[in-house]
């Protein structure tokens, strides 16, 4: 078979519709699944899911959940204990000059 050729459809294999848009097509929007969707929670039903734009209050809550639920854990003292010593440590400066970095916004 001639890879430049096009293939001619057979009975068995009926050729595209010629509107019907294809997978490639740079028109067609691109689908994801549900749970796929980029910037939209993987719990959020689709019909409400929607982009709130600056001050996502349903981010807000999630985040707030998240860390609430992550200090009811018992796991924030044992972290803490653990940055403390990183801190004190050897590493301390770099640690501390990373902080500086980030405040910057560098």
């Given amino acids: 078979m001639n890879p430049n050729k096009p293939s001619r459809a057979t009975p068995t294999q009926p050729s595209p519709e010629p509107d019907s848009p294809k ?3 740079p028109k067609r929007p691109v689908e994801f699944p549900p749970e796929q969707r980029p910037g939209v929670p993987s719990d959020a039903p689709p019909a ?3 982009n709130e734009g600056e001050g996502n ?8 959940a998240s860390a ?5 854990s018992g796991q924030a003292e044992p972290a803490a204990a653990a ?3 990183a801190v004190d440590g050897p590493e301390g400066d770099e ?3 990373a ?3 980030a405040k910057t916004g560098r």
């Fill in 23 to 25: 997978p490639t097509d």
């Fill in 48 to 50: 409400k899911a929607k």
């Fill in 57 to 64: 209050r349903t981010a807000d809550r999630q985040y707030r």
């Fill in 68 to 72: 609430a639920a992550f200090v009811k």
């Fill in 83 to 85: 940055a403390a010593e």
């Fill in 95 to 97: 640690l501390r000059a």
């Fill in 99 to 101: 902080e500086e970095r």
